[in-house]
C-alpha cells in the first residue's frame, strides 16, 4: 500500500478519542429473562398460527365433503336417468314415477323396478341409509329427479333436484 495513504488513515484513526467509542454497556440484573420471555411470546404467536391453519384445514375438509356428497348424487342421478332414456316406453307410460321413497322396491318384478331398486340402493350406498329418491313427470317428456340426504356431518339435509328430458 502507498506510504502516504497509510499515514493518513493512522493519523485519521489516531485523531478520534478514544471516548467517543461507544462501549458494550453492562446489563443491570433487571434484564435478566428477557430473551426467554421474547422466546415465549414467539411460540405463543407460532401456537395460535399452527391452530388457525388447523381451523382452515378443518373447514376445508367439511366443504370437500359436501361436495363430493353432491357429485356423487348428480352421478347418481344420471345413472337413472340413463335406465329411463334405455326403457323410454315405461318411462313414458309412467313405470318410472315413484315418490319419495327411501326404500328400495321388494321383489322387482319389471326392468324399471329393477333400475329404482339399483338406483335407489347406489345412492344409499354412497350418501348413507337416510337418502332417499323421487321420480316425478311433469310433462312434455320432462322428469324431475330429487334426491335428499342428510350430510355425512349430520348437520344439514341436502336436497338436489333435477329435471331433464327423455
Do not use: H
Amino acid at each position: 500500500m502507498n506510504p502516504i495513504i497509510m499515514s493518513n488513515i493512522n493519523q485519521t484513526l489516531s485523531l478520534q478519542p478514544e471516548a467517543s467509542m461507544p462501549r458494550c454497556p453492562q446489563f443491570p440484573s433487571k434484564t435478566r429473562g428477557v430473551g426467554l420471555i421474547e422466546v415465549m411470546v414467539a411460540i405463543l404467536v407460532l401456537a395460535v398460527g399452527l391452530l388457525g391453519i388447523a381451523a382452515l384445514q378443518a373447514t376445508t375438509l367439511r366443504s370437500s365433503q359436501g361436495s363430493l356428497e353432491r357429485s356423487q348424487a348428480v352421478i347418481q342421478t344420471y345413472g337413472i336417468l340413463d335406465s329411463m332414456r334405455a326403457n323410454t316406453a315405461a318411462a313414458a307410460g309412467g313405470a318410472y314415477t315413484i315418490g319419495m321413497t327411501c326404500a328400495p322396491p321388494g321383489a322387482p318384478a319389471t326392468l324399471a323396478l329393477r333400475d329404482i331398486a339399483a338406483w335407489i340402493q347406489g345412492f344409499q350406498a354412497e350418501l348413507g341409509t337416510n337418502a332417499c329418491g323421487q321420480i316425478e313427470s311433469i310433462g312434455s317428456g320432462l322428469y324431475r329427479i330429487t334426491m335428499r340426504w342428510q350430510d355425512q356431518r349430520g348437520v344439514n339435509t341436502q336436497d338436489l333436484l333435477t329435471v331433464s328430458s327423455l
